[in-house]
């Protein structure tokens, strides 16, 4: 018996203004690219990448507190929080050359509750004094997944945004 998950419900966890980087969109699947120009040394734009904390927004948590949020940027390392009754996995690192790229796989937010599976990828490529930062995530499952994938987008580009601005920070 398949399962819906709430189109409310989904759009009240991914709250965020729409973003226009949808690449490709079906019944069975979706992919998401944001890249930006990110004015600090691709090293520096590295390290933010692997303290979520620093970027990832609070309220598109389970514990509602990005400091709850930890990323092991090596193989077989997890991208998770803690909450109050345990934790979550958000994702799971599968490809690390550092400080050039990292990738994970996982099914971020509501997505954990449906049968799906996802892929992110974290590129950073020297470009002049600056870094040009592309983030990917790849998720394809057995159906319904045409509504999320705006959504989904949304908060990425809310992320990638605020990774920008951690990584431009002076140290």
Not at 17 to 39: G, N, W, Y
Request: with cysteine.
């Amino acid at each position: 018996m398949k399962r819906a998950i709430p189109f409310g419900l989904l759009l009240a966890l991914f709250a965020t203004p729409a973003a226009a980087e949808v690449v490709q969109s079906s019944d069975t699947s979706f992919s998401v690219s944001h890249k930006l120009t990110i004015a600090a040394p691709p090293e520096r734009v590295w390290q933010a990448v692997i303290r979520p904390s620093l970027w990832w927004q609070g309220g598109h948590t389970y514990s509602g507190d990005a400091n709850n949020i930890s990323l092991d940027p090596r193989a077989g390392g997890c991208w998770c929080e803690k909450t109050v009754n345990g934790g979550v996995e958000h994702m799971r690192v599968v490809y690390v050359a550092a400080p050039a790229m990292l990738r994970l796989t996982g099914a971020l937010g509501p997505l954990q509750a449906m049968p799906v599976t996802g892929v992110m990828t974290i590129e950073l490529k020297p470009q002049g004094a600056g870094t040009e930062a592309t983030l990917t995530y790849a998720v394809a499952g057995p159906g319904g997944l045409a509504q999320v994938a705006a959504p989904v987008d949304g908060v990425l580009g809310l992320q990638w945004a605020q990774l920008k601005a951690a990584a431009e920070k002076r140290p």
